[in-house]
Structures are given as structure tokens and as C-alpha cells.
């Protein structure tokens, strides 16, 4: 039983960073794809970065250069830390696994099979 579970979300000012943080636990295989999406108030849900089973990051191009996905194995825990946060950043952010999938692209959530709550950010100007 895989759970997600992500914590770090705050209010900010402009120019301002964040990290996010995701625990993840109940996966049953060591291959596996993990990453993050946003959903913005009357938007559609988007990819924010991804890693594949083989440890390739992909970025979406909103947040190419400002943000870094990264994981610590031990911990079991995913993180994105977000730089020079701006307002269309503003949205609910959702870690999102899955353990047998055969491509998690970032611009395509139709992969995912776990989803954590979520954790919002604000980000002021």
C-alpha cells in the first residue's frame, strides 16, 4: 500500500524559495518513476518534474532552471526545491509515483497510480 505524503507548502513573497518534501512508503519494487505536478485554481493539472525508472529528471518548461528534484534514498523522502518563486507558481503541488509504469513523461499524468494530498504554495508579488 504506497503512500505519498508531501509537507513544505508556505506562503512567499516573489524571488523568494521553498522546498517541498514527499515521504514515500509501501512501494514493493526498486524500479520505480516519482514526481511532482501542480494544479492552479481553475487550471488543469500539470507536470512540474519527473524522475524515470533510471534516475533521468525531466523539467517542465515553466520551471526549467528554477527548480530541482532530487531524492534521498535512505530517507525515502523526494524533494523539489523550488528558486525564484513568482505568481504563476501559486498552486497545490502533488508528489505522484508510480512502480510499473513503462514511461512517465512529465507533460502526461496518465501514468500515475499514486498521489499524495497535496501541499499548496503562495506566492505573492
Known amino acids: 500500500q504506497v503512500q505519498l505524503v508531501e509537507s513544505g507548502g508556505g506562503s512567499v513573497q516573489a524571488g523568494r524559495s521553498l522546498t517541498l518534501s514527499c515521504a514515500v512508503s509501501?512501494?514493493?519494487?526498486?524500479?520505480?518513476?516519482l514526481g511532482w505536478f501542480r494544479q492552479a485554481p481553475g487550471k488543469k493539472r500539470e507536470g512540474v518534474a519527473v524522475?524515470?525508472?533510471?534516475?533521468?529528471?525531466t523539467y517542465a518548461d515553466s520551471v526549467e532552471g528554477r527548480f530541482t528534484i532530487s531524492k534521498d534514498r535512505r530517507k525515502n523522502t523526494l524533494y523539489l526545491r523550488m528558486d525564484g518563486l513568482q505568481p504563476e507558481d501559486t498552486a497545490k503541488y502533488y508528489c505522484?509515483?508510480?512502480?510499473?509504469?513503462?514511461?512517465?513523461?512529465?507533460?502526461?499524468?496518465?501514468?500515475?497510480?499514486?498521489w499524495g494530498q497535496g501541499t499548496q504554495v503562495t506566492v505573492s508579488s
Open positions: 509501501g512501494y514493493t519494487y526498486s524500479s520505480y518513476c
Open positions: 505522484a509515483g508510480e512502480w510499473g509504469a513503462f514511461r512517465c513523461p512529465v507533460y502526461s499524468d496518465s501514468w500515475v497510480k499514486h
Open positions: 524522475f524515470d525508472k533510471r534516475g533521468a529528471v
